[in-house]
T-cell receptor, first 114, second 116 residues
């Protein structure tokens, strides 16, 4: 069974640019959540996708957007990058939407904005 | 809004000694609680979870946690730590909206240092 994978591992961008991060969910999982983890902090919920639709969103501006594809893989897009967007971006997949459905995390993408 | 507090930013424990990491939550309904561990450069690995039933839950790697509703706490324990337990530990509560689960709210984490 393949776990959650993310690409790329590291990324360096400059302020104002746009970035796309990718996530492949664990086999059989139809729900993907994205989190931002700033240095020294706990992860913060960005949004969640269920069967290709955004299901919930945390306190992040609209320049953070996402997609989920029919195979349940997902993308996180961030426009107009700011210095504070530098963080580890984590993707997590789960079987469904129930609170009892455990979220399994990928290794993350480290984004640096200069 | 729900929140999770981990009062200890750093904890240092000698190898072989017992460990307790504290977690307090604020949540109106029955909380669904989790402990995750993050090693340097790694994603998060689930140690254990509590949904209902027995308030003492067992997890992987010899960890356990006890849910105490009266104290709004979900502390993580291990009777004897190993050097490989050095990592960042996060307590989390599952958010819930009318449409279903809505992400996890994490504490800021506790950095565990193991002394030889």
């Amino acid at each position: 069974e393949t776990g959650v994978t993310q690409s790329p591992t590291h990324l360096i961008k400059t302020r104002g640019q746009q970035v796309t991060l990718r996530c492949s969910s664990q086999s059989g999982h139809n729900t993907v959540s994205w989190y931002q983890q700033a240095l020294g902090q706990g992860p913060q919920f960005i949004f969640q996708y269920y069967r290709e639709e955004e299901n919930g969103r945390g306190n992040f501006p609209p320049r953070f957007s996402g997609l989920q594809f029919p195979n349940y893989s997902s993308e996180l897009n961030v426009n107009a990058l700011e210095l504070d967007d530098s963080a580890l971006y984590l993707c997590a997949s789960s079987l469904g939407l129930a609170r009892t459905d455990t979220q399994y995390f990928g290794p993350g993408t480290r984004l640096t904005v200069l | 809004a729900q929140s999770v507090t981990q009062p200890d930013i750093h904890i240092t424990v000698s190898e072989g000694a017992s460990l307790e990491l504290r977690c307090n939550y604020s949540y109106g309904a029955t909380p669904y609680l989790f402990w995750y561990v993050q090693s340097p450069g790694q994603g998060l690995q689930l140690l254990l979870k509590y949904f209902s039933g027995d308030t003492l839950v067992q997890g992987i790697k010899g960890f356990e946690a006890e849910f105490k509703r009266s104290q709004s706490s979900f502390n993580l324990r291990k009777p004897s730590v190993h050097w490989s337990d050095a990592a960042e530990y996060f307590c989390a509560v599952a958010q819930y909206s009318g449409g279903g689960a809505d992400g996890l709210t994490f504490g800021k984490g506790t950095h565990l240092i193991i002394q030889p």
